[in-house]
């Protein structure tokens, strides 16, 4: 009999039991966002609704308008309120959920109180009913059915949406799918999968008992042994906001109060990111009084930029490359000196931002292919792909695919073009191409699964892309603050080459480690923070 199935759920089951003050919080958090969010659309949907069922003219260009709302994809809607609010985290992700909810609610309003017999309403208004007086009275109750089955859609889209707000800082259990698809962890995608579907299930039920407590009941003797349930049922919500409240109070700084300064790093979202958050992270805390905040997994490089520059976070690994060309738009340059000399200049007049010494090595771009694929095409350098890319499948990373020092202008300065271009999570991009779902990929010259994936980076022999040395971007007020930030992280200050940073991110990617352990053993054993 083959128990994998067993020892697979009591392994996820015994990694989750590691995790549970992690879990508790950003089940907390989650609920938090969605709890605010159906309320804020419950507010707002249950007056437009009414309006347009009373309003026939607005009926339809109201629904219209909020289905338009709904039809914009999750992501893009957390991308496009981030730039309108101007800062990550919470009030963005409230902002969208309110949104999402909003059409259920507002089309069960209308659809509930249209579908009140009209009978009943003109008999409402021949016992001498005014029209509010018909709707509070009358087609409120008899459409309370149709309206909270929209109240209840809302709250359980709301749970699985929210999932998507750890994108943008907001937390939530979203946290843990993220960081498992940027490790490739199943384990930690479901930590955060499995409790939002249950989360899901809890929110229905408690609205539904919620309902069912406060309706009156027949006074026969099965309804009476009913009705002694009915106080259970009443307490549920109140039960669930003092769970909300407790993870709320449990988030707040423990050093509040106190004057504890507390030092924001954020991350991208992938391994070497959070590897290098980590190591900040890690070397603060020992050597300051300052506590950290880690907030990683922000997504792409503008998020983590427009949290920075707007005071969201205070510290993140940026590379040069990405800076000059994605951040500041200037002309490509290879030069690795000019380079960091025009991005520290300009950050700090643009933005009031500084660079710090860099870490020492350069994560630059590679087009690169399986290492049979190459030998058999005899393929050593990327023109060598001019002849045959018209039938090569490529997966580059969203951001590869649109950026300036991407695919668009590697496409103009090579000449060529792939036949088919597919957008990869960072962690799926090596396995897509070693299982030959695609031909080529956008690897990262220090990811140790090139060579564990036996592939080809291949020579970049225009010089097209421009060094990408990672260093710690700061803003120049908490450097002002907290000058000992500096002296700190400048003890990092080149102590990694790409050969090492291949090591550590081999660990994270392949051996599963966690990145919070690799960071620390490295430290260690440089002597830069003392083994307890």
Known sequence: MDLGWYESVVGWLEFASQRLPELWLRTGQHLVLTGISTGFAIAIGLPLGLIASQKQWLKAPLLGVIGVFQTVPSLAMLAILLTLVGKIGFMPAAIALTIYALLPIVRNTVTGIEGVPPDVVEASRGIGMTRLQQLRMVQLPLAMPVLIAGVRTAAVVGVGIATLSAFIGAGGLGQFINRGLALSNTKLILLGAIPAAVLAVIVDGVIAATVWGVQPTRQSDSHRYLSKLKPIALALPFLLAAVVLISALRDRSPAAGRGVHTIRIGSKNFSEQLILGQ?????????????????????????????????????????????????????????????????????????????????????????????????????????????????????????????????????????????????????????????????????????????????????????????????????????DDHPEVKDVLDRLAGVLNNETMQRLNYAVDENGRLPKNVAREFLIERELIVDE
């Open 279 to 479: 190591l900040m992270a890690q070397m603060i805390e020992a050597h300051t009084d300052l506590r950290v905040d880690r907030r990683f997994n922000l997504g792409g490089t503008m998020i983590c930029h427009e949290a920075l520059a707007s005071g969201e976070i205070d510290l993140y690994a940026e590379y040069t490359g990405t800076g000059l060309v994605t951040v500041l738009k200037r002309p490509v340059t290879s030069a690795a000196d000019t380079a960091f000399e025009i991005v520290s200049k300009d950050y700090r007049e643009a933005f009031e931002l500084e660079w710090l010494e860099p870490f020492g090595f350069n994560n630059t771009f590679a087009l690169t292919v399986r290492k049979s694929d190459a030998e058999q095409n005899k393929w050593r350098k990327i023109s060598d792909l001019k002849s045959t890319a018209e039938t090569l499948r490529a997966g580059f990373t969203a951001e590869f695919s649109g950026r300036p020092d991407g695919y668009p202008g590697l496409r103009e300065e090579y000449g060529f073009s792939f036949a088919e271009v597919h957008d990869l999570e960072p962690s799926l991009m090596y396995r897509a191409v070693a299982q030959r779902e695609v031909d080529v990929i956008c690897a990262f010259t220090t990811d140790g699964r090139i060579g564990a994936y036996e592939l080809q980076p291949l020579i970049d022999d225009r010089q097209f892309f421009p060094p990408y040395y990672a260093a710690p971007v700061i803003r120049a007020g908490v450097l």
